[in-house]
């Protein structure tokens, strides 16, 4: 079966094109990490966060600008929380981060802001489907974000990506995530743009199954 140039870029443009990345990347670390080849991997965390963010917003329509506000706002808040949580512990609680996540500046990495953007991103899109007020959607969707901050942290501790002083991930923790997700998420609503991204619910459910597959085997 033979593919013209308007059928292959056709392909390249499709969501499904980007999923298929998405879910490549994410099987080839998680298979890579068991391997003799780990750290090669794990040093690679940086560039699937970008591909993963690049895949999920080159699929808004119309090139919307509210988009690209959004996204610059949640990247800068996302970086400025952690800059405040990693240089006075009074966030999160007192916490260090390691190499793995690339170039830091003020103590913190540069792409924690993608991570923040992604997960909101993500759930903001799959909530937007259930007809109920803004509030409440922000309000379960912060839930599920603590949840997945619950299931990436052991992770993220083996993996270096960050340590906690104390030895042990504190409450404080997960209760400022539950804020500042829900803070977030309210600020996503705002934004009038198109909320149906068909990248997103996949790039959510291939990261948490990611990180629940690494629990269980590092």
């Known amino acids: 079966m033979r593919f013209?140039?308007?059928?292959?870029?056709?392909?390249?443009?499709?969501?499904?094109?980007?999923?298929?990345?998405?879910l490549l990347f994410h099987l080839s670390g998680f298979i890579g990490m068991?391997?003799?080849y780990r750290q090669w991997?794990?040093?690679?965390?940086?560039?699937?966060?970008?591909?993963s963010v690049v895949m999920l917003l080159r699929?808004?329509?119309?090139?919307?600008?509210?988009?690209?506000?959004?996204s610059i706002s949640i990247f800068l808040l996302g970086f400025l929380v952690e800059v405040l949580g990693v240089n006075t512990g009074i966030v999160f609680g007192q916490y260090t981060y390691g190499p793995v996540l690339g170039l830091h500046?003020?103590?913190?990495?540069i792409l924690?802001?993608?991570?923040?953007?992604?997960l909101v991103f993500c759930i903001g899109v799959v909530l937007s489907k259930f007809d109920v007020i803004q509030p409440l959607k922000a309000l379960f969707g912060a839930f599920i974000m603590t949840s997945i901050d619950y299931i990436i942290e052991p992770v993220a501790i083996q993996l270096n990506f960050w340590r906690w002083d104390l030895g042990f991930i504190p409450m404080q923790n997960y209760i400022a995530w539950f804020i500042f997700s829900f803070l977030f998420l309210l600020l996503f609503y705002q934004f009038k743009f198109t909320k149906?991204?068909?990248?997103?619910?996949?790039?959510?459910?291939?990261?948490?199954?990611f990180?629940?597959?690494?629990?269980l085997l590092i």
């Open 211 to 215: 990180f629940l597959l690494l629990n």
């Open 196 to 209: 149906t991204n068909k990248v997103a619910p996949w790039l959510l459910m291939t990261q948490v199954i």
């Open 4 to 22: 013209n140039s308007i059928q292959v870029l056709s392909l390249l443009k499709s969501p499904y094109f980007s999923i298929f990345i998405i």
């Open 59 to 70: 699929h808004e329509r119309n090139n919307n600008p509210s988009v690209f506000l959004f």
């Open 34 to 36: 068991q391997t003799s």
């Open 105 to 109: 500046l003020f103590n913190t990495p």
């Open 112 to 118: 924690i802001g993608i991570n923040w953007l992604i």
């Open 41 to 51: 991997f794990i040093d690679l965390t940086p560039l699937n966060l970008i591909i």
